[in-house]
């Protein structure tokens, strides 16, 4: 008979023990440390003068991710404008083509944002000739949305901040949206906006598949099946933009970001070897000095991005995958802003650095009332600064 | 050689740095020494360490041996480490040793080789501070982490002049590494963590000497004497200087007091202090002379199967050679308790051991410890 096996009960029992580790202990420093931890500073890194620079044109007229609309705001008076196709004549039901009746139109817009503290917004529709391109000027824009006739206002909730808005036409305003004769069958229509303080929204582009400006259009079909006898046509505007009237280009000597056509940033900071090649950076902020308060629409800010640089080629450079800060502007701040651009900074600490320098851009760029200028390192004062905290080797574990 | 032989060897060749004992008294110098003993010689508080010859303490004590024996060993620490800072248990499990030995076919020669620790430097320290930054205060989480230590391969050869007197001699190679890592945590979140990350090598050699002699038929003395060369220390491949290791001597009696009843004492003195004033020049705070004294008995249930069940008992007091602060005192006291088994016709066996340990030095630092160790040994 075999007996129970102790020196298996007692492998078993050691096997079972085994493996558990739990080391930490707490101790005083430097009581008992064998040397001092990470060695940890501050440093503030200024510009390369005159290095700094602004460009524009980083935008197509045809790519703007929202339509601006505006009334009085200081950020610039805006103006959309939308052309829908000519309707069809007849409609496809079952197979057979068929003339219908209009019995309602409805004008929908995708609503981005507003200032959602401005209350009574309206947005009013206005017939304007269609074929606005993206050549026309504010003026011309202007000029013809307030010449034309008065399609409808559309009265937005107050408490709507994002989400569709639409007019619908039934009836005798339905005449509001006859096509003219000359214009192909076309409808062309401009958009403003009024509020009970001055104000802006922002309309979904044509670049928004969900969302676009679209004409719904609801007949009644003489079909001998009466069930199908309401049927609508979907139309998407072929055409939308916005004009605007926005402050004077900035001077020289001021970083801008932000506009139409998109600006964009670019600074140069110089690295000391003696950090590149052992500091570690924990914290890398960068502060901007606004050099006029930050222009946009009140509680829509726009957001700041920086970037890394992959290759320094001025406006065309190349930026970093993965490597950017963002920091949220509001409209009218005229402090310093702070950002944090430590996933940039710390690339120039690694043994094959890319360019010292960041690319700071404005979102959603072209789409935005916001336009921010910040004092460059031309200024006299208030420049750029980059303060940095790293850790330097300390070498601890001495015998 | 046989394959047995020749698979043992090559698990003796593949392992790791040995190591056991993490503390907090293994910060500095080179870390906690550590014992070369076999799972029964460390039962009876080090005492047949001399003797014994699966320990590689003693060249000599392998001259006896009659068939190739391998055997490896396992700790699990649990650990209350107090400190000025507070508090903390600990845990770890280490392997501290592999050995082999058998004698040499047609000859009075017998060979071992063996891998065990030197000294232990394997610790977590966590401490809190707060620095000044960008005007503001911030709280700061270290920690310091060391894993590894010295590892001591051993080739000995030993030679049985009679049945009574046998000689041994044995070279030493030094060598292993501390992986060290630095961290740096923050409280406010804006601030990322830093990490540094280098690794301390060492190498050394040395060699050891001893002799084992039974007088009469109940009494056997053994001493051994150990000079080790300097060992070079490296930080990630760049010299960082040299230490010199100091010269051991041991000597200890064994005594047969009855059938069942064996009791055995010895010292040993190890002259640390000749490593002090290059500790110091490499940042350390330095080292002392230490001595141990132990005494243990193994008393035999069963004389004819001396093999089956025996009861260890030992209890052992050193002072340790790295203090914590400069000029102070560290010590460590054991007692401990053990037994063995064999089976597959005694060819295999397992033995136990449990241990208690207390270490203090001034200034509010003290541990308590218990060590479980398993052996293993195979008689191929």
Redesign the interface.
């Known amino acids: 008979m075999r007996r129970p096996?102790?020196?298996g009960a007692?492998?078993m029992l050691?096997a079972t023990?085994?493996?558990?580790?739990?080391?930490?202990?707490?101790?005083?420093?430097p009581?008992?440390?064998?040397?001092e931890?990470?060695i940890?500073r501050?440093t503030v890194l200024l510009p390369l003068v005159g290095m700094d620079s602004s460009y524009t044109g980083y935008l197509a007229a045809n790519e703007v991710p929202a339509l601006l609309v505006s009334d009085g705001l200081a950020a610039g008076e805006a103006r959309a404008f939308a052309d829908f196709p000519k309707r069809s004549d007849s409609i496809s039901v079952d197979g057979l083509q068929y003339a219908y009746t209009i019995d309602s139109v409805a004008i929908g817009f995708g609503l981005l944002a507003r200032d959602s503290m401005v209350p009574g917004l309206r947005l009013l529709l206005r017939r304007i000739t269609p074929g606005t391109d993206t050549t026309a000027t504010f003026e011309a824009v202007d000029s013809a949305f307030r010449q034309g006739a008065l399609v409808d206002s559309i009265l937005v909730a107050d408490t709507l901040k994002t989400g569709t808005v639409r007019l619908v036409l039934k009836g005798d305003t339905l005449s509001r949206l006859d096509p003219a004769e000359a214009d192909s069958g076309r409808i062309g229509l401009a958009v403003g906006v009024r509020a009970s303080a001055p104000t802006g929204v922002r309309l979904a582009s044509l670049l928004d598949p969900t969302r676009r400006p679209t004409m719904i259009t609801y007949v009644h079909v003489p079909t001998p099946d009466t069930t199908r006898r309401k049927q609508t046509i979907t139309a998407t505007a072929n055409n939308a933009n916005y004009v605007i009237a926005g402050p004077p280009p900035p001077g020289a000597d001021v970083l801008a970001l932000g506009g139409r056509s998109g600006t964009r940033s670019l600074i140069r900071f110089a690295v000391p070897a003696a950090l590149r090649d052992s500091a570690?950076?924990?914290?890398a902020t960068l502060e901007l000095t606004p050099a006029a308060p930050i222009l946009g629409l009140p509680n829509d800010p726009g957001t700041l991005q920086f970037r890394g640089l992959l290759a320094d080629l001025g406006p065309k450079s190349v930026v970093l995958a993965g490597v950017a800060g963002s920091l949220a502007v509001p409209a009218g701040a005229i402090g310093v802003q702070s950002a944090?651009v430590?996933s940039i900074v710390?690339t120039w600490f690694t043994p094959n650095p890319p360019p010292s320098v960041i690319f700071i851009g404005l979102f959603p760029e072209g789409g935005s009332f916001a336009r921010a200028e910040f004092q460059s390192s031309r200024a006299a004062s208030d420049g750029p600064r980059l303060?940095v905290?790293y850790?330097l080797?300390?070498?601890?574990?001495?015998? | 050689m046989t394959p047995a032989c020749r698979g043992l060897l090559l698990l003796l060749l593949v392992a790791g740095p040995a190591a056991a004992q993490s503390s907090e008294f293994g910060v500095r110098g080179l870390g906690i020494p550590l014992r070369p003993l076999s799972v029964r010689a460390r039962a009876t508080g080090g005492a047949l360490g001399l003797f014994d010859s699966e320990s590689g303490f003693n060249p000599a004590a392998i001259g006896l041996v009659g068939s190739v024996t391998a055997s490896f060993q396992t700790v699990q620490g649990w650990r209350r480490s107090q400190t000025p800072a507070g508090v903390a248990s600990v845990q770890d499990n280490r392997f501290p040793g592999i050995y082999v030995s058998g004698p040499i076919g047609g000859t009075r020669l017998a060979l071992a080789l063996s891998a065990s620790g030197y000294t232990d430097r394997n610790f977590e320290l966590a401490s809190r501070d707060t620095l000044l930054l960008r005007g503001e205060e911030v709280e700061v989480f270290d920690t310091l982490v060391s894993h590894g230590g010295v590892s001591d391969l051993r080739a000995a050869v030993a030679w049985r002049q009679s049945s009574t007197v046998q000689w041994g001699v044995a070279l030493h190679m030094l060598t292993g590494s501390n992986r060290i890592t630095s961290h740096r945590a923050f409280s406010d979140t804006l601030y990322a963590g830093a990490t540094e990350r280098f690794t301390l090598s060492y190498l050394g050699f040395g060699g050891s000497a001893g002799v084992m002699a039974r007088v009469g038929s109940r009494l056997t003395l053994a001493g051994m004497v150990r000079v080790d060369d300097r060992l070079t220390v490296e930080r990630d491949s760049s010299p960082v200087g040299k230490t010199r290791l100091p010269l051991t001597l041991s000597g200890g009696v064994r005594v047969q007091l009855l059938d069942r009843l064996l009791i055995a004492g010895s010292g040993v003195y190890r002259t640390w202090s000749v490593a002090d004033s290059e500790l110091v020049a490499q940042g350390g705070i330095g080292s002392t002379n230490t001595f141990e004294l132990n005494g243990g008995l193994e008393y035999i249930p069963d004389p004819k199967r001396p093999n089956r069940r025996p009861l260890r008992l030992g209890v052992y007091h050193a002072s340790l050679p790295f203090p914590l602060e400069r000029g102070s005192d560290v010590s460590e006291t054991g007692i401990s308790l053990g037994t063995g088994f064999r089976f597959v016709a005694d060819r295999a066996g397992l033995d136990l051991a449990v241990e208690r340990v207390w270490r203090s030095a001034g200034a509010g630092f003290t541990e308590r410890a218990t060590l479980l160790t398993l052996g293993i040994s195979i008689r191929p």
């Open positions: 096996a102790a020196p007692a492998l050691v023990l085994a493996c558990t580790e739990k080391l930490t202990a707490p101790v005083n420093c009581e008992l440390c064998p040397g931890s990470l940890v501050d570690s950076v924990l914290r944090d430590r710390s303060r905290t850790a080797p300390s070498r601890p574990g001495h015998p």
